[in-house]
């Protein structure tokens, strides 16, 4: 069967701006039978892709590129292709993806790492055997490893680039700064010893001299008197001089001060610049150890490879052949990525007897100037809030929609055209092993927090029970009627199988009203982490941070107005239904044969409709 097995849509975020219909569309125009919706990290676009290809007559195979990086490792985010065989594989693949959201980066990026792979795909788990996965583009599972020293003297030379906004500790002027103020610190010790001397100066009183000259002046001899009065006199004269001298010297220490406040915010300007400077020269150390000729990578690629042939099945595993041309430089040279991976990949897939596939890593529908300028747009929102504009390379001109004959002769170009021939037709085998029916059906979500042994309608007839004493207290109005209206209203919520649906509703609805009690401080906190934070650690801040009074939930429209046990649970707030002689049947009855879709609880925030 003729196919296609590695292609995005706009659900691979800021990669593509194809659609689902125009890829569908144009495989079938350019003569395929199969084509696969391989987005990044996401299969969001799963359901409207199999309808747009049911539409168009093509047969669609479900699968995503996922991102796979262990938490150690010195390498980034590495793609790996996973396509459903069948509806088992599909939901194999549907979990696996869910779990790499709980393992977001920095970026926002989901990450699936070996042990989630072998959780979901390994011999002992329930989907083995029914997922092929192929080794991705030259940023897979495989041609990563490869091509990792030159994406690490890549990395090396932004690192450097960087460096130049940063000074070095072997500035000369954080030298001179040093200096200065060890020099700017000696002068002011100086000035505040002198001070300390003219202070004591200026401040001595002569009283008492003054006195002892009036006397001697009737005893002594005039030239004895003299001497004395002409000491006195020079005392006096150091002593206002010191004054003078001693506003002079506090007016040179306020300046100093102001010298040594302003040298030292400079060093520590120098310092923590210095201080990213070594930071950055010691990540450039980590990337120049790791750089290692890429002949000397070939037995770490088969030990990987030997990795994902065991843990998908033997049979399972294909080695992806690609060929876009895409450029890397390596100081004084310029290099073809895929000339360089793809061959050494080939001899992997020929010493583990592992089939090699063709494809063409394909984000838009051709190459014409409209698609080349949407994915240069796409591709530069992520730098929208920067002002940056990404530049169309020469390998983003060849990620369209090719043809066979168009694939078999890029791929000729770095391998034997016989090899090339033979990935093609292995895209045959792999269309034609994937064939999910996509049934449908209902499933609906099971209430996890009940107690241990109870079931779901136990748990939701404790909790109504629970809310007669909250809204009648000491059952004060609680009459016959309301009896009977509860039992009612519990048997057929029970025999229509609504018990969990009732019981996650009250749930998420108690859980905003919550919310609605933190400061403002806290939701700041948890806008912060909310990529980060696990579901328990969640719960646990909301629970221990309801500081104010607030609302994030209103009290309820529409028929599930008319629920008592809504009303007694807290789904519904203030409105008591036989109060206002409201019907539960409106909401539900057991000859209704659909979920309740128009009345609900409406969320003030959002205003959705959520029973």
């Known amino acids: 069967m003729k196919g296609l097995i590695h292609c995005h849509s706009e659900n691979s975020r800021y990669d593509s701006p194809m659609d689902v219909n125009t890829l569908c569309k144009r495989s079938k125009e350019l003569g395929y039978e199969a084509v696969t919706l391989t987005d990044h990290g996401t299969l969001t676009g799963i359901d409207d892709f199999v309808k747009a290809a049911k539409e168009v007559g093509i047969k669609p195979i479900p699968g995503v590129e996922a991102y796979v990086q262990e938490d150690e490792s010195k390498y980034g985010r590495r793609h790996l292709i996973l396509l459903a065989k069948d509806d088992i594989g599909y939901q194999g693949i549907s979990k696996a993806v869910t779990e790499s959201n709980k393992r977001i980066d920095s970026n926002g990026f989901p990450r699936m790492n070996k042990e989630i792979l072998q959780k979901y795909f390994g011999i002992k788990s329930k989907y083995h055997g029914h997922v092929i996965a192929t080794s991705a583009c030259a940023g897979g599972i495989l041609a990563g490893i490869l091509l990792s020293p030159f994406e690490f003297e890549k990395k090396?030379?932004?690192?450097?680039?960087?460096?130049?906004?940063?000074?070095?500790?072997?500035?000369?002027?954080?030298?001179?700064?040093?200096?200065?103020?060890?020099?700017?610190?000696?002068?002011?010790?100086?000035?505040?010893?002198?001070?300390?001397?003219?202070?004591?100066?200026?401040?001595?009183?002569?009283?008492?001299?003054?006195?002892?000259?009036?006397?001697?002046?009737?005893?002594?001899?005039?030239?004895?008197?003299?001497?004395?009065?002409?000491?006195?006199?020079?005392?006096?004269?150091?002593?206002?001089?010191?004054?003078?001298?001693?506003?002079?010297?506090?007016?040179?220490?306020?300046?100093?001060?102001?010298?040594?406040?302003?040298?030292?915010?400079?060093?520590?300007?120098?310092?923590?610049?210095?201080?990213?400077?070594?930071?950055?020269?010691?990540?450039?150390?980590?990337?120049?150890?790791?750089?290692?000729?890429?002949?000397?990578?070939?037995?770490?690629?088969?030990?990987?490879?030997?990795?994902?042939?065991?843990?998908?099945?033997?049979?399972?595993?294909?080695?992806?052949?690609?060929?876009?041309?895409?450029?890397?430089?390596?100081?004084?040279?310029?290099?073809k990525s895929e000339e360089i991976s793809m061959p050494q990949l080939l001899k992997v897939a020929d010493e583990l007897d592992i089939k090699i596939v063709a494809a063409n890593d394909a984000h838009i529908p051709d190459n014409s100037e409209n698609s080349l300028r949407a994915r240069q747009i796409i591709s530069s929102l992520r730098f929208a809030k920067k002002g940056f504009i990404t530049t169309i390379q020469e390998g983003d001109k060849e990620l369209y929609l090719k043809t066979e004959e168009e694939l078999e002769k890029a791929l000729s170009e770095i391998i034997p055209n016989d090899r090339a021939k033979e990935a093609i037709q292995n895209t045959y085998k792999v269309c034609e092993e994937c064939n999910c029916e996509f049934k449908n059906g209902e499933h609906y979500p099971k209430f996890k927090g009940l107690l241990p042994g109870e079931t779901a309608d136990e748990a939701l007839r404790r909790m109504t029970l629970a809310g007669i004493e909250k809204r009648f207290p000491k059952k004060i109005g609680w009459t016959k009627e309301y009896q009977e209206r509860m039992e009612y209203e519990l048997q057929v919520i029970s025999e229509m199988g609504y018990s969990d649906y009732f019981l996650i509703v009250q749930d998420f609805l108690e859980f905003g009203r919550k919310l609605g009690h933190l400061s403002d401080v806290s939701l700041q906190y948890l806008k912060s982490v909310i990529k980060t934070i696990s579901l328990k650690d969640l719960v646990i801040f909301v629970d221990t941070h309801q500081e104010e009074v607030g609302f994030a939930v209103g009290a309820g429209r529409g028929s599930a107005a008319g629920s008592l046990v809504a009303y007694l649970v807290g789904i519904t707030n203030i409105i008591d239904p036989l109060q206002y002689a409201l019907l539960f049947e409106r909401f539900l009855n057991k000859d209704r044969v659909s979920m309740p879709e128009t009345s609900g609880i409406q969320c003030e925030p959002c205003s959705r409709v959520c029973l």
Do not use: W
């Open 156 to 335: 090396n030379t932004k690192l450097r680039e960087k460096l130049k906004k940063y000074e070095s500790p072997k500035s000369e002027s954080y030298k001179r700064n040093c200096d200065k103020l060890k020099r700017k610190n000696d002068d002011l010790s100086d000035l505040v010893e002198k001070r300390e001397e003219l202070n004591t100066l200026s401040k001595k009183t002569f009283k008492k001299k003054e006195n002892a000259l009036a006397k001697l002046q009737k005893t002594a001899s005039e030239e004895e008197y003299q001497e004395a009065y002409d000491a006195l006199m020079k005392e006096k004269n150091e002593s206002e001089e010191a004054k003078k001298e001693l506003e002079k010297v506090r007016i040179n220490i306020s300046i100093i001060k102001k010298d040594i406040t302003a040298i030292k915010g400079k060093i520590k300007e120098s310092e923590e610049s210095q201080a990213h400077f070594n930071e950055i020269m010691n990540e450039i150390k980590e990337n120049a150890n790791n750089i290692v000729p890429v002949e000397n990578l070939y037995n770490e690629v088969l030990e990987e490879a030997k990795f994902y042939d065991k843990t998908f099945g033997h049979g399972n595993f294909y080695i992806e052949m690609q060929n876009h041309g895409y450029l890397i430089n390596d100081v004084d040279k310029e290099y």
